[in-house]
C-alpha cells in the first residue's frame, strides 16, 4: 500500500557533526517554504552541553530538504537550544530560543547557583 503522505527526516542521528538532533520545531513561510528547527547536540544526547541550534530548509513541501545551517550558537561551547519559530502576520519569522554558557547546568540554574554573566 502506498503511503498516503509522503515522509521525509530532516534530521538523522550522528550526522553533520552532531551527535544527536532534539527539541525539532517546524513553521511554513508564506512562501511555502518548511523551516525545520532543532537543537544540534555535539558530545552527547545529553541536555548540558555544546549545543547549536540549527536549521534545514526545503522548498517542496518537506519530501526533500536542504544543507544544515548553524542559525545560533554559544561561543563559549555552551548551549542555544529550544527553538520556537513565530510566523508573524506580516510574514516575517521570529526565532526565540535559549541561550546558556558551558557551566550554566539545568541543575545550577533551577538552584539558583548561575550568575548572569555565565550566560
Known amino acids: 500500500m502506498a503511503e498516503r503522505y509522503p515522509t521525509s527526516?530532516?534530521?538523522r542521528q550522528a550526522s553533520g557533526g552532531y551527535?544527536?538532533?532534539?527539541?525539532p520545531a517546524v513553521v511554513v513561510t508564506g512562501a511555502g517554504t518548511v523551516l525545520a528547527f532543532a537543537e544540534g547536540r555535539r558530545g552527547s544526547a545529553g541536555d548540558s552541553g555544546h549545543i547549536d541550534l540549527v536549521l534545514?530548509?526545503?522548498?517542496?513541501?518537506?519530501?526533500?530538504w536542504g544543507e544544515l545551517e548553524v542559525?545560533?550558537?554559544?561561543p563559549r561551547r555552551g548551549t542555544a537550544g529550544n527553538p520556537a519559530p513565530v510566523v508573524l502576520a506580516d510574514g516575517r519569522i521570529v526565532l526565540?530560543?535559549?541561550?546558556?554558557?558551558?557551566?550554566?547546568?539545568?541543575?545550577?540554574?533551577?538552584?539558583?547557583?548561575?550568575?548572569?554573566?555565565?550566560g
Open 9 to 11: 527526516v530532516p534530521y
Open 19 to 23: 551527535h544527536t538532533f532534539r527539541i
Open 56 to 64: 534545514r530548509r526545503s522548498a517542496d513541501g518537506g519530501r526533500t
Open 71 to 74: 542559525v545560533a550558537t554559544e
Open 96 to 118: 526565540v530560543f535559549v541561550r546558556q554558557g558551558p557551566s550554566a547546568t539545568e541543575g545550577r540554574i533551577r538552584r539558583g547557583e548561575v550568575e548572569a554573566a555565565e
